[in-house]
């Protein structure tokens, strides 16, 4: 399994932006899909996902109501819409797929990440 984010960069407190990632198998064969993200010297947590099947999403605290992740199954792109950042939204963004959980822990596939500095 191969993923490979895009689309991080610089953006101001309050910007918004779009994070995908690629993956390099059947996105629709998981049973969720979703996102992880490691700031400076801290632990590697979730952002948020959803599951292909069933509707359930999970999204932490301080994604919730901010960010949203969507796929594409078509593409096998999943992507991250991310508003109103902060300056603890700093972090490298890495895509994740799961075959058994959506929630805080998921993430058995991961892989090259991209950087999102939030920044004045």
């Known amino acids: 399994v191969q993923l490979q984010a895009s689309g991080g960069g610089l953006v101001q407190p309050g910007g918004s932006l779009n994070l995908s990632c690629t993956a390099s198998v059947r996105t629709s064969e998981f049973y969720a899909v979703g996102w992880l993200r490691q700031a400076p010297g801290k632990e590697r947590e979730g952002v948020g996902c959803i599951s292909t099947v069933g509707g359930r999403s999970y999204y932490s605290n301080s994604a919730l109501d901010r960010f949203t992740v969507s796929v594409d199954n078509a593409k096998n792109t999943v992507y991250l819409q991310m508003n109103s950042l902060k300056l603890e939204d700093t972090a490298v963004y890495y895509c994740?797929?799961?075959?058994?959980?959506?929630?805080?822990?998921?993430?058995?596939?991961w892989g090259q990440g991209t950087q999102v500095t939030v920044s004045s």
């Open positions: 994740a797929l799961d075959n058994y959980l959506c929630g805080p822990s998921m993430g058995e596939y």
